[in-house]
């Protein structure tokens, strides 16, 4: 599945976050050194707060962004995808198993369904 990272609209969106949203880490709360380079693990990046994993908005509005580290971008990106993949291959792992409550049900009497015999 392509991510649309290489669509003007991403290209247009990566930009104005870097360009307008606080320079703060949106994973890890510590500041982002703007002069460093995107490749730099360090460095700043654009990054979809819902994920746009969960969204599928590759360009959402300035409220649903912000900036985070390339590494902290990287890994929530990869922590989160690997959850999902996940719940796609089994779904029903996602669900906590829960202790029957009604382990030893009671069979149904005729009396249960129809009252007691006069
Ligand atoms: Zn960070």
New binding site residues.
Partial sequence: MSTGHQTPAYTRWKKQVLAQCEPI?I??G?DVDMTLSGRDPMGPSADHEPPMSLTGDIAPGLDGSGI??MQ?NRQHGARLGAAITAAKKNPTNKKPARPNPFPNPRRSTPADLFGSPP
């Fill in positions: 880490c994973r890890c510590y985070s580290h902290c």
